[in-house]
């Protein structure tokens, strides 16, 4: 079974910047993909970026020119750096991964570290 470990989350200024991390670990021979969902109060959970084998990445519109999302395929660890922050920005972030994990393929959902964006 997985571990997913997610840090990074805090308060900012409109216009600041943060990066988040979210490491896996466990038996886990292969990883499928990594990404990043956000929830804000009221609203459904949504995709903000994700990477897939290849090098194949999806960044959703919202966030698009501001947020980048890279991985260290070697450490099993995924980043999203957000830069010009907006107060819609102000959500719960998730880290996600699917892989196979020990025989079985699957998907994994980290705890959540939150980002909020105010004055």
């Known amino acids: 079974q997985a571990q997913l470990v997610e840090s990074g989350g805090g308060s900012v200024q409109p216009g600041g910047s943060l990066r988040l991390t979210c490491a896996a670990s466990?038996?886990?021979?292969?990883?499928?993909?990594m990404g990043w969902y956000r929830q804000a109060p009221g609203k459904q959970r949504e995709l903000v970026a994700d990477s897939r084998s290849f090098g194949t990445t999806t960044v959703a519109d919202s966030v698009k020119g501001r947020f980048t999302i890279s991985r260290d395929s070697a450490k099993n660890t995924v980043f999203l750096h957000m830069n010009n922050l907006k107060p819609e920005d102000t959500a719960v972030y998730y880290c996600?991964?699917?892989?196979?994990?020990?025989?079985?393929?699957?998907?994994?959902w980290g705890k959540g570290t939150l980002v909020t964006v105010s004055s």
């Open positions: 996600n991964i699917e892989g196979t994990f020990g025989s079985a393929r699957g998907s994994y």
């Open positions: 466990g038996n886990i021979p292969a990883i499928y993909a």
